[in-house]
T-cell receptor
Framework: AAGVIQSPRHLIKEKRETATLKCYPI?????VYWYQQGPGQDPQFLIS???????DKGSIPDRFSAQQFSDYHSELNMSSLELGDSALYFC???????????FGPGTRLTVT | AQKITQTQPGMFVQEKEAVTLDCTYDTSDQSYGLFWYKQPSSGEMIFLIY??????QNATEGRYSLNFQKARKSANLVISASQLGDSAMYFCAMREPNTGANSKLTFGKGITLSVRP
């Protein structure tokens, strides 16, 4: 079965640089969620989209922005990167009426 | 207050034995969902099992079962016949409300399980 696809899988950036993370949800899933997991931490919700509109917002820094496109893929844009942004970034998808939420493999971002 | 509490320290289990991982939750919603995910050292987040707040039967998925005690607000994961590949971090998570576009997951701190040969 098709799963959530994230790219890139690994990313190394320097402080103050920008990064773009991409997420392709499971086919026919219309809702996308972004989570950030710091080293040794539990995943924290950042932002979600339903039918290309932002549906909920969590602890996402102002330096980050995201959107969902017409083909339902989503991108998380991160600017002025800081050392503390080093983390595993997950995208998850679900259908509006669905119960399960499936995670992608994650993008491991390292900021040096 | 924490919504999801996983307080067990690192857990150890002998291969082929059963193990229970504890999870308690706090919510005032009537409609919510409870999830368990497995995160091996490679980092991916693997969905294991789901229990809806209105489900009368405990959820089961292969070797995984969820011991859902609504009045006590607990949703413990039971892994039967442990295998070496079960060694991982296990997260309990809750979604409230249970469906819809605002249904983000809130995670507990996780429990590390080590399976001994």
């Amino acid at each position: 079965a098709a799963g959530v696809i994230q790219s890139p899988r690994h990313l190394i950036k320097e402080k103050r640089e920008t990064a773009t993370l991409k997420c392709y949800p499971i086919p026919r899933h219309d809702t996308v969620y972004w989570y950030q997991q710091g080293p040794g931490q539990d995943p924290q919700f950042l932002i979600s989209f339903y039918e290309k509109m932002q549906s909920d917002k969590g602890s996402i820094p102002d330096r980050f922005s995201a959107q969902q496109f017409s083909d339902y893929h989503s991108e998380l844009n991160m600017s002025s990167l800081e050392l503390g942004d080093s983390a595993l970034y997950f995208c998850a998808s679900s259908s509006y009426a669905g119960t399960e939420q499936y995670f992608g493999p994650g993008t491991r971002l390292t900021v040096t | 207050a924490q919504k999801i509490t996983q307080t067990q320290p690192g857990m150890f289990v002998q291969e082929k034995e059963a193990v229970t991982l504890d999870c308690t939750y706090d919510t005032s919603d009537q409609s919510y969902g409870l999830f368990w995910y497995k995160q091996p050292s490679s980092g991916e987040m693997i969905f294991l099992i789901y229990q809806g707040s209105y489900d009368e039967q405990n959820a089961t998925e292969g070797r995984y079962s969820l011991n859902f005690q609504k009045a006590r607000k607990s949703a413990n994961l039971v892994i039967s016949a442990s295998q070496l590949g079960d060694s991982a971090m296990y997260f309990c998570a809750m979604r409230e409300p249970n469906t819809g576009a605002n249904s983000k997951l809130t995670f507990g701190k996780g429990i590390t399980l080590s399976v001994r040969p």
